[in-house]
């Protein structure tokens, strides 16, 4: 009977043994190094000027250039003026590849960036004021692009260095083209 009794004991604790390890380890502790969290992510530089979005934009511009301040307006508060005339008859449209030597400014001159922008024009990857104000463009042709804060970053801005609400300046030169 003893015998017995000492099988099931060991029968009962070989089976709870097992069960235990059959259950999964508890998780590892995150690697501070490696296991950042998305609001640990350090701040980079301010992007280019792509957005999160394609808008549908209109093809052509709403008005002729004014003629007292060289104005296009685009409508929504968008407007350029041409600074130096570009040349040949391929002009920017939707699913253009273009490159545009860019300077990002504030409308008080404060310089936030500047570079080459590649980009597939009206697949969401510029803010929609600047897509919509490259439209139309020739090559070599020079703009600036006055984009209102609605058709820029928005409410949110792109911290740290535009703040919400802000309009901005783009001076634009279309340096490649490939139309589809």
Request: charged share 25%; hydrophobic share 35%; net charge negative.
């Amino acid at each position: 009977m003893i015998t017995k009794t000492l099988g099931v004991l060991l029968a009962v604790t070989l089976l709870a043994g097992l069960q235990a390890c059959a259950q999964e380890p508890p998780p590892e502790p995150p690697d501070p190094l490696t296991d950042v969290e998305p609001e640990e992510v350090p701040e980079q530089d301010p992007p280019a000027p792509p957005g999160p979005e394609a808008p549908e934009l209109p093809e052509e511009p709403i008005e002729e250039p004014d003629a007292e301040n060289g104005l296009v307006d685009l409508g929504d508060g968008l407007s350029y003026e041409i600074l130096t005339e570009g040349e040949g008859a391929e002009v920017i449209e939707p699913g253009s590849q273009a490159v545009i030597d860019t300077v990002l400014t504030l409308p008080d001159g404060t310089h936030v960036w500047s570079g080459d922008f590649r980009l597939v024009v009206g697949s969401g990857q510029a803010i929609e004021g600047y897509d919509r104000g490259i439209r139309g463009m020739r090559l070599g042709e020079e703009r600036r692009i006055h984009v209102p804060w609605q058709l820029g970053y928005g409410a949110r801005g792109n911290p740290p260095t535009i703040p919400g609400e802000q309009d901005l300046v783009f001076t634009v030169i279309l340096t490649s083209l490939q139309n589809p």
